[in-house]
């Protein structure tokens, strides 16, 4: 009886009516083999047969020999082509959370949209001529605060007072000054109509310097605010110790009043002279 292949995978065919190496029905097979070009060897292709489980059991018991030996066909190929799709799949991950994580090359600062803070470090410091940058919109506004301490007296005997005021004369030898740990104190400056605010910053401490005495050390300073809008924005600022105005850009908000929350306050001053007050010399709302 001439030798039978299988039209699909090239395999020779037994007696059965399946094709054992890839399931084919035996109705394909090629004409006997001496009818035909001689053929180069084909590796077998490993596919699942689709005959019914009753069918396949019985083509089982019939040809045990056939069946050991496609079980028994090697799978390492197939392992091997698992293997280096995971790795293209991890390494395009990979890359592609490196370009999420570089910031876009036309983005400029960050976008503040309500309720959202927004760190010192995104935001951007003011030039050294901040006073020309725009309108100090705080020269202006009134200011709703806590009740400042009592007045004291300077040392030429000068009665000195610390309204929350002095926080919009432009001035770092007076300044609003409360008692204690003012950490939460919240401060709200109203412009009188909506305005267009572009930076924040203020005098974080008691800037003063009084016949030698330098009062900024002496006196509690803030390490950390947030500026609030009437859209709900908030913008946080971290502050360094230093008795100059610091003061940071923010995305033009139109707002009409300004919040400042003290959010860390230092310890009070060192030695016999320290103040156990909170103070601020200066406030800048910049903008048009």
């Not at 280096?84 to 036309?106: I, K, N, Y």
């Not at 605060?145 to 004291?152: F, L, S």
Request: aromatic share 4%.
């Amino acid at each position: 009886m001439p030798v039978v292949y299988c039209m699909h995978c090239g395999a020779e065919l037994g007696a059965g009516r399946f094709c054992t190496n890839c399931g084919t029905p035996v109705g394909s097979a090629t004409p006997p083999v001496s009818d035909l070009e001689p053929l180069a060897p084909v590796a077998p292709v490993p596919a699942t047969p689709v005959e019914a489980p009753a069918r396949h059991a019985a083509h089982r018991a019939a040809h045990p020999a056939a069946h050991h030996a496609a079980e028994h066909r090697p799978h390492w190929a197939g392992w091997l082509l698992l293997a280096v799709g995971v790795l293209v799949a991890a390494l395009l991950g990979s890359c592609l959370a490196r370009d999420g994580d570089e910031p876009a090359a036309s983005s400029a600062e960050p976008t503040a949209s309500a309720s959202t803070t927004w760190s010192s470090a995104s935001a951007s410091p003011l030039p050294a001529d901040t006073g020309r940058a725009g309108v100090d919109l705080a020269v202006g506004a009134s200011v709703t605060a806590p009740r400042p301490i009592r007045p004291g007296t300077d040392i030429e005997g000068h009665r000195v007072p610390y309204p929350a005021t002095n926080m919009l004369d432009g001035r770092r030898d007076s300044a609003y000054r409360l008692a204690g740990d003012a950490t939460g104190t919240v401060i709200r400056f109203h412009l009188g109509a909506d305005r267009v605010v572009t930076a924040v910053g203020l005098v974080n401490g008691y800037a003063k310097v009084d016949g030698g005495t330098d009062w900024y050390p002496l006196n509690r300073r803030i390490s950390r605010v947030e500026w609030r809008f009437a859209d709900g924005t908030t913008v946080e600022q971290e502050l360094v110790d230093a008795p100059d105005l610091q003061a940071m850009q923010v995305v033009p908000e139109t707002t009409s009043w300004v919040e400042l929350r003290l959010v860390e306050v230092s310890k009070p001053g060192p030695g016999r002279r320290g103040k156990d007050t909170t103070a601020i010399s200066d406030v800048l709302l910049l903008g048009s």
